[in-house]
């Protein structure tokens, strides 16, 4: 039925010579539960169901999203797709050439053991409960939290060159976080990470996996024990990031700058360029000689873990920095020829109502051979910083400023105490040249970012981060704070 | 576009196939069109359509909230089952608050534009090919967006509440880039498609770029400075997640003292749909008429927005500032406005001896929710000012400011506001100087 649609949508594309055409029809279930201090604060099911045309014409691009899955209601929109593009042709200046890409028939489906939609929801609430009640225990604790996200995506995608594919992509998200207010203050911490917690190209399993309840409490306690920790330090220091910390970090210095379209100029307008500007590849000293950086969709339970993109390119693995050059953008099968490649399939739209844009896919940096104990050890005096509370980095992806939860003070290689109210700053290539050591992978992990921002009409991607632990020297510390 | 009759027997049935003892639904969505263009071409234009129902259902203290995109025929009855079903599965809520009777809500006039929505994809690309025409002449480069649409938002519950409102918005962003990668920007949000100047706005954009070159380097440290109106907006945008809403207040997050002094006297931000620069919902997302609510009045901190559940606990009447359920963040204001001073932009710049003006921030983001430190940078051209008269580019810098703080430190506000929309805020500012602002590192 919506193959049908969809090659109807193509049909009339091509009739009307259309250069290329393709069609996404998209089918998205998701479940949000919220608890908050030992009740219910919502759950919520929706549904959303759409078709997208995405169709060029005369070396231009137009794009139609259309919730109605009826024939004439796909034929306006496919008509109107058209109509778009004749408009934007007007002022094109090259005529738009896509990269070839390989004609696919095929169905994947994303790894998964329990689907979360087959547990009942008290199950799901009572889980949450549980972690709740023990956070609750904990005296001066405010606000605590517990969270819970499930997301299925189905869709086919197809376009005027014979590629047909279906997908069935599953998300599963979850995380606790516990806050100590004052006067003067409040403070939380969050497990295992902040702003809802971990997620995964997974199925309820990862759930049973987060060990929630048994981190309830400490983290409580944390999160009480900082109202009265000191402030942490100004001035130059080492530091070590946690792992979903440097997710971060690596999503924000490295992900975003390393889009081929943002270096291009397409975001001039609104997320901005790169400093990793064209004459740079291949020849950039970005981070030191320790860092490796890989885009690879195939990677297990990485949020941005698909069978193929957008355009219907099969996922992969690429060097994006390699021995600390750069040696490959993020790219799609319009900006690949630009850098004389193939598209390395990272074109996503958020949903069906969107056009596909270079996103991140998962963005990993790859594990060294340190283990997290002698990374510890061999520290004689820094600062562990470790869950995000704050991010904000320039148009060009230069200078950044990050604030996290927790700071662990490192002496004579061992964990000595907390700070509170952490900040670092820093200028990407500097403090990635800075870094001198990264943990091996017993300590390695992939992170879900779901709420990366892009584009206009904006759009949301969900994104993964596979890191360890790393070490910078150096770094500008409490400028938040400062003065 | 979705209108007010057929709503009604959309709502009317959807309630009719909920078994629930209270049953609240609402519908949001509508069309948009967007030309977005960088390189001097339009490289993506694009249409969105979309409406979505939410019910929520009560049934003594369990609650059930579902939203479907597909509601047509025999998918309306599937959209309220969802909900019954999350219902039925639900554990008690003990903080449950009963649905709205119905309540008088004044009309906005002039919310919707018809003519707006019969300009074509071809007119858009017209006014763009101007635009870049334009920057071309003057050797810059042109990104930017025109955006159009309208919006329905509608609301019916079993308690006899029914609320409807239509409006249509347009929008105009635009990045002038020089031979030396330095920008300028403009921009402009409003109701209607004439009301967008082009010509001036273009103007605007393509000046900042061409006095944008030959930056100098500021060391970091305290200047006085001159934001411009989208740089105080960016600012007074985090006073309403950190503070305003009564959640936060509640439990104890918020900046919010009561009565007591926290910035300026100068200084009075109000929320009001219904003022020109911040037209918004007549209701809110639980159908309760908005109200007019001054949040900080010469510097004192003197209300607080309501949604049904805070103002119960708070012994209060809501204000209608509930946002669409789950509403886990609580009330919310939505139109902001800081109101204007006397002076004119001009004259601020000219009565001023030595300071920063900024054009825009960005990547703006809390550092301290309580003592709303806030960081992010400059954008799209900051200007050294002296003796009255901008006299060079600056390079950006990051900020890290309290906002209570810069608000206390205003010494001219200018008297024009201008609406600018973010984040599903429209908040109408005006131009400050704040005498003491902390500049913190260079940037890009
Ligand atoms: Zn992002």
């Known amino acids: 039925m919506d193959r049908k649609l969809a090659e109807l949508a193509l049909e009339i594309a091509q009739s009307e010579k259309a250069d290329y055409c393709d069609v996404r029809v998209i089918r998205i279930m998701s479940e949000a539960i919220d608890v908050k201090n030992g009740s219910i604060d919502g759950v919520k099911r929706e549904t959303d169901v759409g078709m997208g045309i995405r169709v060029l014409f005369d070396g231009a691009w137009g794009f139609a999203g259309n919730p109605d899955l009826k024939p004439n209601k796909v034929e306006i929109a496919a008509r109107r797709a058209l109509e778009i593009a004749r408009a934007s042709a007007r002022l094109r200046t090259d005529k738009v050439k896509l990269a070839p890409a390989k004609r696919i028939e095929d169905k994947w489906i994303s790894p998964r053991v329990i689907d979360p939609f087959e547990v009942s929801l008290e199950e799901k609430i009572e889980f949450l409960l549980k972690a709740d009640k023990e956070m609750r225990k904990v005296k001066d604790i405010k606000i605590t939290t517990g969270h819970m996200d499930f997301r299925k995506e189905c869709k086919i995608f197809l376009n005027s060159e014979g590629t047909f594919i279906e997908q069935d992509i599953l998300h599963t998200g979850s995380g606790i976080s516990a806050m100590a207010v004052n006067d003067q203050e409040m403070q939380v911490r969050s497990f295992p990470s902040s702003f809802r917690g971990q997620f995964k190209t997974e199925g309820y399993e990862l759930i049973k996996k987060l060990n929630l309840e048994e981190n309830a409490c400490r983290i409580a306690e944390e999160a009480c024990a900082l109202l009265s920790a000191k402030q942490c330090p100004e001035g130059l220091r080492t530091i070590i990031l946690g792992q979903s910390q440097l997710a971060l970090q690596v999503h924000e210095s490295c992900g975003h700058p390393t889009e081929l379209d943002r270096v291009l100029g397409s975001e001039a307008n609104y997320a901005g360029m790169s400093f990793l500007t064209l004459d740079k590849l291949n020849n950039f000293q970005y981070g030191s000689e320790q860092v490796n950086i890989v885009v690879d969709a195939t990677c297990p339970g990485g949020l941005g873990m698909f069978g193929y993109d957008d355009e219907g390119v099969p996922a992969q693995c690429k060097y994006l920095i390699k021995n600390g050059i750069l040696v490959e953008y993020l790219t799609s099968r319009e900006t690949a020829p630009v850098i004389n490649k193939l598209s390395n399939g990272t074109m996503r739209a958020d949903g069906w109502n969107n056009l596909p844009l270079i996103r991140m896919t998962n963005i990993n940096l790859l594990p060294g051979n340190i283990s997290y104990e002698d990374l510890i050890e061999s520290t004689d005096d820094g600062i562990l910083l470790c869950d995000n509370r704050s991010w904000s980095i320039d148009d060009k992806r230069l200078n950044f400023q990050f604030g996290t939860e927790i700071g662990w003070k490192i002496k004579k290689g061992k964990i000595a105490g907390i700070v509170k109210n952490p900040t670092y700053t820093g200028i990407t290539p500097e403090f990635w040249n800075s870094c001198d050591a990264i943990s091996d992978k017993n300590s390695w992990d992939i992170w879900g970012t779901p709420n990366c921002g892009k584009g206009q009409p904006p759009q949301t991607a969900r994104v993964g981060h596979g890191v360890s632990y790393a070490r910078f020297r150096n770094v500008k510390v409490g400028v938040g704070y400062a003065g | ?444």
């Open chain 2, 1 to 444: 576009m979705l209108g007010k009759e057929r709503a009604r027997k959309i709502l009317e049935e959807a309630i009719s196939y909920s078994t629930s003892e209270e049953t609240e639904v609402h519908i949001t969505g509508g069309k948009h069109w967007l030309t977005r263009f960088a390189n001097n071409y339009i490289h993506q234009n694009v249409v969105q359509k979309d409406y979505s129902i939410t019910a929520r259902l009560i049934e003594g203290k369990k609650v059930g909230i579902a939203s479907s995109n597909v509601f047509h025929d025999e998918y309306l009855k599937d959209a309220i089952l969802k909900a019954q079903e999350v219902l039925r599965n639900q554990i008690d809520d003990p903080h449950i608050v009963p649905l709205s009777p119905p309540g008088e809500y004044k009309e906005i006039k002039n919310a919707y534009d018809a003519k707006t929505m019969e300009f074509t994809p071809r007119q858009s690309a017209e006014e763009v090919e101007h635009v870049i025409k334009k920057c071309k002449k003057n050797d810059l480069i042109a990104a930017g967006t025109l955006s159009l649409g309208d919006n329905v938002v509608t609301l019916m519950n079993s308690k006899g509440t029914f609320v409807y409102h239509a409006w249509t918005d347009v929008g105009f962003t635009l990045t002038t880039i020089n031979s030396e990668g330095g920008t300028g920007y403009s921009d402009y949000y409003g109701t209607g498609i004439d009301e967008i100047d082009v010509e001036n706005l273009t103007d605007i954009a393509i000046k900042k770029a061409l006095l944008n070159k030959n930056q100098i380097e500021l060391p970091p440290g305290e200047y006085p400075v001159i934001l411009e109106e989208k740089a105080v907006a960016s600012l007074i945008l985090f006073l309403s997640s950190l503070g305003f809403g009564a959640l936060s207040h509640q439990e104890g997050r918020s900046f919010m003292k009561a009565d007591s002094k926290i910035t300026g006297e100068n200084i009075t931000i109000i929320d009001d749909a219904y003022k020109k620069e911040t037209l918004g919902l007549p209701f809110d997302f639980e159908g309760v008429p908005r109200q007019k609510v001054t949040l900080i009045e010469n510097g004192i901190a003197t209300g607080l927005v309501y949604d049904m559940k805070t103002a119960h606990k708070g012994n209060v009447v809501s204000t209608g500032h509930a946002l669409p359920p789950p509403s886990t963040r609580g009330p919310f204001p939505l139109n902001l406005s800081l109101l204007p001073g006397n002076i004119s932009k001009e004259d601020i710049i000219q009565n001023t001896d030595r300071a920063i003006l900024v054009t825009r921030f960005w990547y703006d983001n809390v550092v301290d929710p309580k003592k709303t430190i806030v960081t992010g940078l400059t954008r799209d051209g900051i200007y050294l000012v002296e003796g009255g008269k901008i006299t060079t580019a600056v390079k950006n810098m990051r900020y890290n400011n309290s906002v209570l703080e810069a608000l206390s430190h205003v010494s001219y506000i200018s008297n024009k506001l201008k609406s600018i929309k973010k984040y599903g805020l429209t908040i109408a500012c005006p131009a400050i100087k704040i005498d003491k602002f902390k500049f913190s590192g260079l940037s890009a």
